[in-house]
């Protein structure tokens, strides 16, 4: 049974069967443009992160045979805005359910990725932490005016691939030192790789940069 089927949002839920570290941990994911929930299946089990549950969200946009988060440029704006609100409501209401904000990991590839930097700078409590691969932040000098303090002193990650032939690496590599410049606590590391999830170097990463936060929780 779903828990979260009355969310504003599609979505698939992941619980861990036998989780031996806590079972209050969240990881809520976010996919990329033409994907859906069902392209982050292979996920939990490639991360094997016991004691973490996985909310994959649909975006509200049909795609061809996926979905989106916004509009292709230049009319991204709108989208993004709207795919904001809906994910504040949808956290808000994950949050009802019992989850605390502190064991909320957001993770997103690509769209996803855009969408966790600017809905998680924006919604003013603190995750436990912020995992963005694979894409770029839309107007960094308006995420920084308008980022929550504490959230911009979170727990943050950004990879990229240097061979990235959707999104190339120099345009997100830049914007990540602006929003570092400007305050936030961002760990940035890029990756031999197209645009895609490097499953041999950069997951096994990604695993134990969460494992350290949840360590200290």
Same mark, same amino acid.
């Given at each position: 049974?779903?828990?979260?089927?009355?969310?504003?949002?599609?979505?698939? =839920?992941?619980?861990?069967?036998?989780?031996?570290?806590?079972?209050?941990?969240?990881?809520?994911?976010?996919?990329?443009? $033409?994907?859906?929930?069902?392209? !982050?299946?292979?996920?939990?089990?490639?991360?094997? #992160?016991?004691?973490?549950? =996985?909310?994959? #969200?649909?975006?509200?946009?049909?795609?061809?045979? $996926?979905?989106?988060?916004?509009?292709?440029?230049?009319?991204?704006?709108?989208?993004?805005?709207?795919?904001?609100?809906?994910?504040?409501?949808? #956290?808000?209401?994950?949050?009802? =359910?019992?989850?605390?904000?502190?064991?909320? !990991?957001?993770?997103? !590839?690509?769209?996803?990725?855009?969408?966790?930097?600017?809905?998680?700078?924006?919604?003013?409590?603190?995750?436990?932490?912020?995992?963005?691969?694979?894409?770029?932040?839309?107007?960094?000098?308006?995420?920084?005016?308008?980022?929550?303090?504490?959230?911009?002193?979170?727990?943050?990650?950004?990879?990229?691939?240097?061979?990235?032939?959707?999104?190339?690496?120099?345009?997100?590599?830049?914007?990540?030192?602006? #929003?570092?410049?400007?305050? =936030?606590?961002?760990?940035?590391?890029?990756?031999?790789?197209?645009?895609?999830?490097?499953?041999?170097?950069?997951?096994?990463?990604?695993?134990?940069?969460?494992?350290?936060?949840?360590?200290?929780?």
């Amino acid at each position: 049974m779903n828990p979260f089927e009355a969310l504003p949002l599609k979505a698939v =839920f992941h619980p861990q069967a036998s989780p031996n570290i806590s079972d209050d941990f969240l990881m809520i994911v976010l996919h990329g443009r $033409g994907d859906s929930p069902d392209g !982050f299946a292979w996920l939990p089990g490639a991360l094997n #992160l016991p004691g973490i549950h =996985f909310l994959m #969200l649909e975006a509200p946009d049909p795609y061809y045979d $996926g979905f989106s988060w916004y509009d292709l440029p230049p009319d991204q704006l709108p989208g993004i805005i709207r795919s904001r609100n809906l994910l504040r409501d949808t #956290l808000d209401q994950v949050q009802a =359910f019992g989850f605390k904000a502190e064991t909320i !990991f957001l993770f997103g !590839f690509s769209q996803g990725c855009l969408m966790s930097l600017e809905f998680g700078a924006r919604y003013p409590t603190p995750l436990a932490g912020y995992i963005g691969l694979s894409g770029y932040c839309y107007d960094p000098a308006a995420l920084l005016r308008e980022s929550a303090p504490l959230v911009m002193k979170g727990n943050w990650l950004i990879t990229h691939g240097t061979q990235d032939e959707v999104l190339p690496a120099e345009r997100s590599r830049e914007q990540i030192k602006e #929003l570092q410049a400007g305050g =936030f606590h961002i760990e940035y590391q890029e990756y031999r790789k197209v645009h895609t999830i490097d499953e041999q170097k950069e997951l096994p990463f990604i695993r134990q940069w969460i494992e350290e936060i949840m360590k200290k929780a």
